[in-house]
């Protein structure tokens, strides 16, 4: 089982490249996220690989981060997600804003993503909903010290914002600041006024 390719990056194409290690050249099927963040072709790269063995292939898919290949296998947990479908939601969302977008229940956020609809993105974000705790922590995911915001006044406050017409998605963002600044002891009516500051700004 190949965990990992450190070699030449030889080409990179449109979903996938090929990393030559020692004289041997293998395709490694990776996000649009980590392709862009290979560089030139000559240069050194190493990548975390999540190898699938089937009767008629071999598949590797390649990381540049713990965090994505981590998604990818949770992603693939999903009913109707394959493995394209789940590069495609990692190339257009980072690993941060899919652990932001399942905390707040955001069922628009994975549609953005080719092949995802809007049933689709409700399963993704319903399923694994208990799940996302255990992922490492990619940019722009949640403080692991920060005020949990699936639990007591700041869920409150996210369900006002968005029952005053914002996205779960931007008002778990401004939540999550005002909860940091004001610490763990923190009155609703508080919390959301921060929140609002924080979406007006």
């Not at 490249?17 to 862009?36: N, P, Q």
């Not at 049933?119 to 974000?125: E, M, Y």
């Not at 869920?155 to 017409?165: K, Q």
Request: hydrophobic content about 45%; some cysteine.
């Amino acid at each position: 089982m190949i965990a990992e390719l450190t070699g030449r990056l030889d080409t990179a194409g449109g979903n996938d490249c090929i990393i030559d290690v020692g004289g041997v050249g293998y395709l490694v099927f990776c996000s649009g996220r980590t392709l862009a963040n290979l560089g030139e072709t000559g240069n050194a790269v190493s990548l975390l690989i999540e190898t699938h063995v089937r009767e008629d292939h071999i598949h590797l898919y390649g990381f540049a981060e713990a965090a994505e290949r981590d998604w990818f296998k949770l992603l693939l947990t999903v009913q109707g997600v394959g493995a394209k479908v789940a590069l495609g939601i990692l190339s257009t969302l980072a690993p941060g804003e899919l652990t932001q977008a399942v905390v707040a229940q955001d069922k628009s956020m994975p549609t953005r993503a080719p092949g995802v609809g809007p049933k689709l993105g409700s399963r993704i974000v319903s399923e694994l909903k208990d799940k996302v705790g255990n992922l490492a922590l990619g940019p722009g995911a949640t403080n692991p010290d920060a005020v949990p915001i699936a639990q007591g006044p700041a869920m409150d406050a996210v369900s006002a914002l968005v029952n005053l017409g914002y996205r779960p998605a931007e008002a778990h963002r401004a939540v999550q600041t005002a909860a940091d600044a004001l610490g763990e002891r923190v009155e609703l009516q508080s919390l959301i006024r921060d929140s609002l500051r924080q979406l007006a700004s």
